[in-house]
């Protein structure tokens, strides 16, 4: 399957029209303009689904300047918890933006505890998050109060990862203010941009300098090398066997294992003969229950965890067999879905469990996760080895399906028998239809439909649910886009 996938790769790069060659592109738009859509429309459609990875900016500086107020004007959404004091946390870092027509991801890292770990250690555990996670970097600094030692440290990190950075001079509320930012010139970073986050005051200017950072596109960081090892992130929430596993997989004690939940603090990279081939395992830190309930060390593993599965190609999720799903793990699934990775559930502690606990534990996998019934699924024992030698081909499944790739003309004859057969429900008189669509891009497959009229959610699950069926994508999601064709003439008046 992966050498199938070889042309419609090199493609991407070659002629920018996503998963799509030159000759399926021309024929595509030529079944585009037949049904009256806009060529520039379905052109941005291909190219907005097909991307692959959003370049991932992320904004860093020392408590209480102002972070989670720019991570808030910078999506357009009050979405980053903002409170005056230094160090408050939330539950999501990862945001998407637009600005000019460009998407690109937004990491706020702030929320960090300064006197947690003493301050070297909290500015460099901050920094390297910044340097493991982005593209590009805004560095925020509190232009009232001018450059702190802490600034200077985080100075020092940030010029030894090679990163852009785009310095941020915040509190700059009016002219008087510009002053105070063109002191911070000798940080060494270049031009300062004078901004009040707070209500707006610069951000365009600083934005465009943003973009000017940032890649068209990320380079990933999996799957460069011919014949190197596929990368695995071990995530789930603390003490349910991740550092177990990864012993029991490597043969050794690669990892220190203890009752203690929260052993782990640094995700640990271990090349791994499994099966025949040569994996890149990461053994990360276990994701608490809610990261603003996190201070210093535990704040720090679950920004690390998210990072080790942004690197990673396929995540497996280490569930606790003996004790009920909880909403933890059910975030935990939900991370590694949005991040768009091949996905393996993995049920550890199975030799534990009795006949009860077996029955009424399938029964919460069917209510609880239901929404990724599609992943492939191992009970194992950590402790044991018990079924390990399943978890291979569970990985290489979920790989497979993340690597998929259906020919437009396929699609195509799929889509027009399922709208036959099950066309959409009529609603205000008007039924609307699947006209066509094409696959944009694979890892993980993405799809852009083009239809009459406005999509269902439940028709749109309806059609996820059919491709699975139709085309496999075991243990990958799949991301399906619809664009609404317009009214006949609009364009031309």
Sequence with gaps: MNDQNQPGDSAEHEYDHGALGDAEYAQFMELAAEEGFDVEDVEGAIEEAGHGPLPVLAVVGRPNVGKSTLVNRIIGRREAVVEDKPGVTRDRVTYEAEWAGRRFKVVDTGGWEQDVLGIDASVAAQAEYAIEAADAVVFVVDAKVGATDTDEAVVRLLRKAGKPVVLCANKVDGPSGEADAAYLWNLGLGEPHPVSALHGRGTGDMLDAVLEALPEA???????????PRRVALIGRPNVGKSSLLNKVAGEERVVVN???????DPVDELIELGGKTWKFV????IRKRVHLQQGADYYASLRTAAAVEKAEVAVILIDAAENISVQDQRIVTMAVEAGRALVLAFNKWDTLDEERRY????EIETELGQVAWAPRVNVSARTGRHMEKLVPAIETALAGWETRVPTG???????ELVSAHPHPVRGGKQPRILFGTQAGTKPPRFVLFASGFIEAGYRRFIE????EEFGFEGTPIH???RVREKRGTKKK
């Design 259 to 265: 009752e203690l939940a929260g052993t782990t603090r």
């Design 465 to 468: 649910r059919r491709l699975r």
């Design 283 to 286: 053994d990360t830190a276990g």
């Design 480 to 482: 399906i886009s619809v």
């Design 410 to 416: 396929r699609l195509n004859a799929f889509l027009g």
């Design 218 to 228: 990320p380079e990933q960081s999996f799957g460069t090398a011919v014949g190197g």
């Design 360 to 363: 009424y534990l399938e029964r």
